[in-house]
């Protein structure tokens, strides 16, 4: 793939040159004619091509076959991120997973990289789990992962309102699903008993009343 060096270097992905096999591309000598002499009489024009590098980023080679594809996958999410485009991948939970792990390999700063993958998510609107239990069931495993505890709160609270759906989607086979059965069942256990308690107390108060 053929990448602005000016676009990498404003997402602060350095690291990407360093650690992958990056060539500059030559440039088109076309282009080049026409950039010195649309620049001829005026020394302070610059038209030349901006500056592109050729990268080659291969998969480690000791995983699999499959392994590799996904980490491929993981890498052509890394550049959707970095150009606002939507993921792609079978479970969304397991790419965004992938994404932030790889932008934590391609970029220095870890907070930078909390803060702009939330932001992606809010952008793409993985974050709207309105009537979208995929959405709602892979953020929940985004934030579990990586504790994000606002995040994951959120998430859960959508999963608990479409309970009834959530075994429909893939994301939810991801999950220890006996687990978030679990949790989903306390859930429900507990805030039935704090209804109970709340109908017991009014019961009360309208007996010590009469």
Same mark, same amino acid.
């Given at each position: 793939m053929r990448l602005s060096l000016a676009t990498i270097e404003s997402s602060n992905c350095r690291p990407l040159l360093e650690q992958c096999s990056a060539q500059p591309v030559p440039e088109d000598p076309q282009l080049t004619r026409m950039s010195m002499a649309s620049s001829v009489g005026d020394s302070h024009v610059d038209l030349s091509p901006p500056a592109k590098y050729e990268l080659y980023i291969p998969a480690p080679v000791h995983l699999s076959r499959e392994e590799a594809f996904r980490y491929h996958l993981t890498t052509r999410n890394f550049f959707a991120w970095m150009f606002?485009?939507?993921? $792609?991948?079978? &479970?969304?939970?397991? %790419?965004? %997973? %992938?994404?932030?792990? &790889?932008m934590n390999d391609f970029r220095p700063d870890e907070e930078e990289n909390q803060d702009d993958i939330l932001a992606y998510l809010d952008s793409q609107d993985y974050t709207d789990f309105r009537n979208c239990p995929d959405h709602a069931l892979a953020v929940l495993q985004f934030g579990e992962k990586f504790e994000y505890r606002e995040l994951w709160t959120d998430a859960f $609270?959508?999963?608990t309102g479409m309970n009834d759906d959530l075994a429909n989607s893939a994301e939810f086979e991801v999950r220890p699903r006996a687990r978030l059965e679990v949790k989903l069942a306390d859930f429900f256990t507990v805030r039935f008993a704090h209804n109970e308690s709340l109908d017991h107390e009014s019961t009360f108060r309208d007996a010590t009343t009469s």
């Open positions: 606002e485009k939507p993921m $792609v991948g079978d &479970r969304l939970g397991d %790419a965004l %997973a %992938a994404l932030y792990s &790889r $609270v959508h999963c």
